[in-house]
């Protein structure tokens, strides 16, 4: 079936150095440092990512990241509260707009 | 219940069968999955050679009391291939001829093999260090009540299978109940003094991924375990050795059977590790099965790949200068060993 995404476009994630290779070159040194043990491990980093790549939706984020998750130890169970997490202030992100409703609401009503 | 690959009659049985499937993938998707010695020869690591013998490794048998879902021996309650006690004596003639410090004794469940202790008894006499590759539940095993004990009085090392500090992951891999068994096992041998500081008793653990992933960065892992088991269950042990899934066997049938075969091929080939090759366990190991025959490793064994390129082939021709230098057989599934930070039987290589 015709799909915008292939999974295996994802190993080709590289070819985007293709068009401009300082800038390719200089985001992937910047996201192998992010994702290097620091202040965080490198497992509690990898689950951040699957939560913010459930909250952008991104499904090569989903994939990638649910193997690394696996990868570095974590459990189904650990990576199920982390896309709570990311529901979570999806939800919670359009709840707190409805104050702008109210807001606006209030000030057109008697 | 699991039950084994011969039992069911599985095409995967066949030795020749896995390793017709381990090299049509790589003529198949030759780019992606190049085979195992044209890699080895771009870290010009082709031929792989042995640099001695550190560790002699005897399986005693391929019956076990657990079936789990990824055992490279297709071991199980079913089968009947078990050590004969001239062989055994023949294994030990072998080690007194030489100085290798490490007799490493597996199975199946090496302790229901009738030659098991008096092996581990004559290895102690030798001076060397014993290691027993034990599944736990087998502690619990009525007929076995006093092996703990045995282990103990022995000074054997024990290398335990637990893939996971949770009871869902880990009976996923080796049966329903296995992990309470296993802790109940842990909490025996802790009695006993094995994984308490000052004692000798080593009691190590063994990771290996509930799936067609690889597994963690060891001292991480280490640490998540020793933190978890302790907090839960009040069980302590020295190390944890991280082991990846060979794609052999009962694990090749679920890499198969769930459509992550090549994925899995690929993910290893992906993860090749020059420096995780040149240290390879093959390489400072002799391994020898339960009817006698020598091999480079356990996985080679359960292939049916013996030494070769010269090298004596049986325990009954054993000479430790001529296996010293040999030529390691290699095949697609060795990828299984170079991947990441590299696997052996003592976990990560580096």
């Known amino acids: 079936m015709e799909s915008y995404y292939h999974p295996h476009d994802l190993s080709k994630f590289a070819e985007m150095g293709q068009g401009n290779k300082e800038l390719w070159e200089k985001f992937f040194a910047y996201y192998s440092a992010v994702f290097a043990d620091g202040a965080l491990t490198e497992r509690e980093k990898a689950l951040i990512a699957l939560g913010v790549a459930h909250a952008v939706q991104c499904p090569y984020c989903i994939d990638a990241y649910t193997q690394s998750c696996l990868e570095k130890g974590s459990n189904v169970e650990e990576m199920t509260e982390a896309v709570h997490v990311a529901c979570a202030i999806r939800g919670g992100a359009s709840l707190v707009h409805g104050l702008q409703m109210r807001n606006v609401a209030q000030k057109l009503s008697m | ?350």
Not at chain 2, 137 to 150: K, N, Y
Not at chain 2, 252 to 280: C, D, I
């Open chain 2, 1 to 350: 219940m699991t039950k084994t690959l011969q039992s069911r009659a599985n095409p995967l049985a066949a030795t020749s069968e896995q390793l017709r499937v381990l090299n049509s993938v790589a003529a198949a998707a030759a780019a992606r999955i190049p085979a195992f010695a044209t890699k080895m020869a771009g870290a010009g690591l082709d031929p792989l050679l042995a640099t001695g013998i550190t560790v002699f490794q005897i399986n005693v048998g391929k019956l076990c009391n657990q079936t789990c879902a990824h055992c490279h021996v297709d071991a199980g309650p079913d089968r009947r291939e078990v050590m004969s006690q001239e062989c055994a004596e023949l294994c030990i003639r072998a080690v007194a001829q030489t100085d290798i410090p490490t007799v490493d004794i597996t199975g199946g469940a090496p302790e229901l093999a009738p030659c098991f202790r008096w092996l581990v008894e004559r290895a102690r006499g030798l001076g060397r260090h014993v290691i027993d590759r034990c599944n736990l539940t087998i502690l619990l095993v009525p007929s076995q009540a006093d092996l703990g004990e045995f282990l103990a009085r022995q000074q054997v090392e024990i290398i335990a299978s637990l893939p996971y500090f949770r009871a869902s992951q880990t009976d996923a891999q080796r049966g329903e109940g296995v992990f309470e068994k296993s802790i109940a096992a842990l909490s025996k041998l802790n009695a006993l003094g094995y994984g308490r500081e000052g004692t000798g008793l080593q009691l190590n653990l063994v990771y290996n991924p509930v799936g067609a992933f690889l597994p963690p960065k060891q001292e991480g892992i280490e640490l998540q375990f020793k933190r978890e088991l302790e907090r839960q269950h009040g069980v302590v042990f020295n190390r944890l050795f991280t082991i990846t899934n060979m794609p052999i066997s009962r694990f090749l049938e679920f890499l198969m059977a769930s459509g992550n075969y090549e994925g899995y091929m690929e993910r290893l080939v992906n993860a090749f590790n020059a420096a995780a090759a040149a240290g390879v366990m093959c390489r400072y190991t002799i391994s020898v099965g339960w009817e006698g025959t020598l091999y480079d490793c356990d996985f080679n064994q359960m292939l049916d790949l013996p030494v070769r390129h010269g090298a004596p082939r049986h325990i009954r021709e054993f000479d430790a200068a001529a296996l010293h230098t040999r030529r390691i057989v290699t095949a697609n599934h060795c990828y299984g060993c170079t991947a990441g930070t590299g696997s052996s039987c003592s976990g990560s290589i580096y």
